[in-house]
């Protein structure tokens, strides 16, 4: 097994009594035994490094990579993928592309429901407001001033537009109900690990209930199936969603709780018009922009052409890329996929800099991207994996440091740099090389890149080079070339 299992006390080894040293061990003794356990061990991985370099030989041969995408919950690492498919496995993406429709619609809905509960706090006086059970994403992150209240902003109108928004609820249910096909329930309060290799811990129930997921895309994304019902629901609604949305009160009390509605995952509230119609068709665009949060890891094929060899099939490489669920629930499950990676994008996303862990209040994002990027880079089992990071959710960045956002307020060793995002990028960029750096167990060559991921056009020249950079340098050691 892996040496994360090295935890376990050594009393409960079976073989403990046979491993302990005689009790009338000399000094010189000790030595001459502690000198044949190193060899044995140097022995031993010696051998494991060579079937691993076999396997890894053979995989190559066949023209195989895997390639893994970590990063905290919400970095953009399904984004990525998508991406990834919609470059090369464009079959694929079409026919998955009908099935996207009710994901959008039920992110749409989602924002309409959060607003709701806003006024609906907002109007009964009350500083904080708790979701459904199972309610999904957009409780906001940052601090509330929860005595604020703006209940006389709001009027008859606002009570009418929360009864006449009220279907919304049921076309939510049902719409969770066809796509959760695939769907388990992922316990709030479940075990964490702040890093793959620590022991899952409880840790206090997140403020946040659990956002809605499926365990695979393949389950929920059903081209075939009706949504006609939900689609003629929104078309109804579509005129009040869009007074919600542009009302004044709304955006003040919005404001209030600092809920900035327009960045958060899947936001579709001012493209109304073009979505809330029969034949509405998704676009590349809102594909990439939906929101589905992924839980397990999940296995896509793809067949990339490397462009240098002359015959036909014999340029293309099967890329195996994993998806996994970035929650600190889920980051034990990462480990076996360690083993025989060849390549991993991690994803850490800038503009969280100010931003808590929905999992747990408690952490800073900025800092738990940190900590699980050093965890990746000081790894054993990733000592020959090739680390690509993207400092992703530019966009975001520049968006969030226009409205007045201060990174020394959450990063004080950034000092006086200027508040842009050029410096601040390249801040995170020269910590996050530097950590490469000091935590690697051997020098590795540092690949970043500054990302947008839901700009598609950008993306897609990163993934062509990235493409070219991967499989010049899996040719190269797999003497192929
Ligand atoms: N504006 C903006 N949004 C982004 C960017 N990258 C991802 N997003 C959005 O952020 C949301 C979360 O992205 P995902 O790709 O689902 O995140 P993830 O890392 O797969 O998250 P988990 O599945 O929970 O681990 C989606 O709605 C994306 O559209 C970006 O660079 N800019
Ligand atoms: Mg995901």
């Not at 005689?22 to 000094?27: C, G, K, L, S, Y």
């Not at 309409?112 to 006086?125: D, K, N, V």
């Not at 969280?352 to 050093?374: G, I, K, M, Q, Y």
């Not at 000091?438 to 500054?450: A, D, F, K, L």
Request: charged share 30%; hydrophobic share 35%; with cysteine.
């Amino acid at each position: 097994m892996s040496a994360f299992t090295q935890k376990t006390n050594p009393e409960n080894d079976p073989f403990y009594d046979f491993m302990r040293p005689p009790a009338d061990e000399t000094p010189a003794q000790m030595t001459a035994r502690l000198k044949r356990e190193a060899d044995a061990q140097r022995i031993s991985d010696t051998i494991d490094e060579d079937i691993k370099r076999d396997r890894a030989q053979q995989r190559k041969s066949r023209k195989e990579l895997r390639i893994l995408l970590l990063g905290q919950g919400e970095s953009g690492k399904s984004t990525t993928l998508k991406n990834f498919r919609m470059q090369y496995a464009r079959d694929a993406w079409e026919q998955e592309r009908t099935g996207w429709r009710a994901v959008i619609q039920l992110n749409i809905i989602r924002s309409i429901i959060l607003i709701l509960q806003i006024m609906e706090a907002e109007m009964s006086g009350n500083g904080a407001f708790e979701g459904d059970e199972d309610e999904i994403e957009i409780i906001p992150r940052r601090h509330r001033d929860s005595n604020s209240s703006g209940a006389d902003a709001f009027t008859d109108k606002h009570r009418m537009l929360l009864i006449r928004l009220a279907p919304l609820r049921g076309v939510e249910a049902d719409l969770k109900r066809r796509l959760g096909a695939g769907a388990e329930p992922v316990h709030p309060s479940a075990p964490m690990s702040a890093t793959p290799f620590d022991d899952p811990a409880p840790v206090p129930s997140p403020k946040r209930s659990p956002e809605f997921f499926v365990r695979s895309w393949t389950d929920a994304i059903d081209p075939t199936a009706d949504h006609d019902s939900s689609t003629i629901t929104l078309m109804t609604c579509k005129d009040d969603m869009q007074a919600l949305w542009t009302d004044s009160a709304v955006q003040l009390a919005l404001d209030r709780r600092k809920v900035q509605l327009s960045d958060t995952a899947g936001f579709f509230l001012d493209d109304l018009d073009r979505i809330a119609t029969r034949s509405y068709t998704a676009t590349d665009d809102d594909i990439v922009r939906a929101r589905l949060r992924t839980v397990g890891i999940q296995e896509y094929l793809l067949r990339i052409s490397d462009g240098f060899s002359l015959r036909g099939n014999d340029n293309y490489w099967t890329w195996k890329l994993y998806d996994v669920g970035g929650c600190r629930t889920m980051r034990a499950a990462w480990v076996p996929f360690f083993e025989n990676t060849d390549v991993i994008i991690f994803l850490c996303p800038v503009s969280c800099f100010d931003e808590r862990l929905d999992e747990d209040a408690r952490v800073n994002r900025l800092e738990d991207s940190t900590l699980l990027w050093r965890s990746i880079c000081s790894s054993k089992l990733l000592t020959k994996t090739q680390l690509i990071l993207f400092l992703n959710k530019c966009d975001l960045l520049k968006r969030k440091l226009k409205r007045g956002i201060k990174v020394k307020s959450f990063l004080p060793s950034y000092g006086d740099r200027p508040n842009e995002v050029i410096p601040v990028v390249k801040y995170l960029r020269e910590k996050y090389k530097e950590i490469q750096k000091q935590h690697s167990p051997e020098p590795r060559v540092s690949y970043i890149y500054t990302t947008t991921v839901t700009d598609t056009t950008a993306t897609a020249k990163t993934l062509h080079s990235i493409r070219d950079r991967v499989l010049r340098e899996n040719l190269v050691t797999s003497n192929l070339v």
